[in-house]
T-cell receptor
């Protein structure tokens, strides 16, 4: 059974740029959730995708957007990057409402 | 809306001593509760979950947690700490966020240090 994978591991972007983060869900899972974890904080829910549709969103602006593909993998896109977007971005996959399994995360640094 | 409070941002225990990490939750409906562990520069690993079955839940690596509705608590314990338990621990509650979406709301985490 393949776990949740994320790419890239690290990246550095400049303020105002756009970034795309990728996530492959665990085999058999149809739901992907994205979380932002700022340094020293717990993860915060960004949004969730189920069967290629966004079906829930946390308190994040529209410049945070996403996609889910037919194979249930997912992308997180962030436009107009701000310094406060620097964080660890975590992807979690699950089977509908079951427990969520997390990937290793992507560390984004915005300078 | 759901929320989680973790008491103590940093806990230190001696190797072999009892580990007790505290978590209190707020939920308007019967909660699903989770404990995750995060090692440095890694993602979150599920330790255990409570989903309204037995109130004493056993997880991996010798950890367990007890759901106490009257105290709205879900504290994590381990009888004997091991050096490899040093990590950050997060308590989370699952809540409905609309349109069929279930999100995790996390506490701020407790960093566990184990002293040899």
């Amino acid at each position: 059974e393949t776990g949740v994978t994320q790419s890239p591991t690290h990246l550095i972007k400049t303020r105002g740029q756009q970034v795309t983060l990728r996530c492959s869900s665990q085999s058999g899972h149809n739901t992907v959730s994205w979380y932002q974890q700022a340094l020293g904080q717990g993860p915060q829910f960004i949004f969730q995708y189920y069967r290629e549709e966004e079906n829930g969103r946390g308190n994040f602006p529209p410049r945070f957007s996403g996609l889910q593909f037919p194979n249930y993998s997912s992308e997180l896109n962030v436009n107009a990057l701000e310094l406060d977007d620097s964080a660890l971005y975590l992807c979690a996959s699950s089977l509908s409402t079951s427990e969520q399994y997390f990937g290793p995360g992507t560390r984004l640094t915005v300078t | 809306a759901q929320s989680v409070t973790q008491l103590g941002s940093h806990v230190s225990v001696s190797e072999g001593a009892l580990v007790l990490l505290r978590c209190n939750y707020s939920s308007s409906v019967p909660p699903y509760l989770f404990w995750y562990v995060q090692y440095p520069n890694q993602g979150l690993q599920l330790l255990l979950k409570y989903t309204s079955a037995a109130t004493l839940v056993k997880g991996i690596n010798g950890f367990e947690a007890e759901f106490k509705k009257s105290e709205t608590s879900f504290h994590l314990t381990k009888p004997s700490a091991h050096m490899s338990d040093a990590a950050e621990y997060f308590c989370a509650v699952m809540g409905y966020s609309g349109a069929g979406s279930y999100q995790l709301t996390f506490g701020k985490g407790t960093k566990l240090s184990v002293i040899p």
